[in-house]
């Protein structure tokens, strides 16, 4: 009986200690909607559209861990704002303006590129906000 109670206690603690996904069609979508819209650069639509996930996470790695600067950027702001991702999974018009405003909050924020200081910037030179097409850094 300890054995199956010690089993079951470690299980929780690890499930509580791993970060949720947050690699959901509605938060692409919200991205296009923003950055990618009818008023953007065909050269980024097109990045945006191929990239897909991308955006955020990187090709071919775990995407629960692994994410690009802009990803890793989201990720914590979304945490910081304790935003209901199930919540906006059923009902993504309800928190559309909440999310257009971390969107448009991390824009603003540091992208680790030395030529294009923010992540805006580097949407404004037509390229993706954390890396390739791949999700990579450049």
């Known amino acids: 009986m300890k054995r199956v109670l ?19 069609k509605q938060l692409n979508d919200q991205f296009k909607a923003i950055y990618a819209g009818e008023d953007a650069n065909e050269e980024f639509k097109s990045l945006v559209d191929e990239a897909k ?8 790695e775990n995407k629960k ?8 950027a989201l990720h914590e702001a979304l945490e910081k704002e304790e935003f209901p991702i199930a919540d ?3 009902d993504p018009e309800k928190y559309a303006e909440q999310l ?15 030529k294009h200081k923010t992540f805006a910037d ?7 906000p954390g890396g390739n097409v791949e999700g990579k850094p450049e």
């Open 122 to 128: 580097r949407m404004k030179a037509n390229l993706l």
């Open 88 to 90: 906006f999974k059923k």
């Open 65 to 72: 861990q692994v994410r690009n600067p802009y990803g890793k």
């Open 100 to 114: 257009t405003k971390i969107f448009k909050k991390i824009a603003e924020e540091k992208s680790g590129d030395e």
């Open 6 to 24: 010690l089993a079951v206690v470690v299980a929780s603690c690890a499930m509580m200690a791993t970060t949720p996904v947050f690699a959901i």
């Open 53 to 60: 996930c991308n955006v955020c996470h990187v090709n071919k």
